[in-house]
Nanobody
Framework: QVQLVEFGGGLVQAGGSLRLSCAASTRTLSSYAMGWFRQAPGKEREFVAAVSWRGLTKYYADSVKGRFTISRDNAKNTNYLQMNSLKPEDTAVYYC?????????????WGQGTQVTVSS
């Protein structure tokens, strides 16, 4: 069982930056691919970014390419989502996820989410 906790959400003005962190309870985080998803009010949850267990392969949604960067530090059992040039449409609850297979959709373990609000 992997428990995930997100940190770093908050309120930021458009054009600003935030860095989300996701801490995992397992010491074997290096065995898992990690992903970030988000869900805006009234919308379905959508894929944002994912990184393979060694950090060599990364996927991004088209809407965040060039603005968001996913990374991980397996020694700290943590992965990160650096979000730059934020837009009001990035406002959502952001969820961290982990799975033994890298994908843009299917993850076995999920965090509780952290709110990101971008004001115009």
């Amino acid at each position: 069982q992997v428990q995930l906790v997100e940190f770093g959400g908050g309120l930021v003005q458009a054009g600003g930056s935030l860095r989300l962190s996701c801490a995992a309870s397992t010491r074997t985080l290096s065995s898992y691919a990690m992903g970030w998803f988000r869900q805006a009010p009234g919308k379905e949850r959508e894929f944002v970014a994912a990184v393979s267990w060694r950090g060599l392969t990364k996927y991004y949604a088209d809407s965040v390419k060039g603005r968001f960067t996913i990374s991980r530090d397996n020694a700290k059992n943590t992965n990160y989502l650096q979000m730059n040039s934020l837009k009001p449409e990035d406002t959502a609850v952001y969820y961290c996820a982990a799975d033994q297979q890298l994908s843009t959709s299917t993850y076995a373990y999920w965090g509780q989410g952290t709110q990101v609000t971008v004001s115009s």
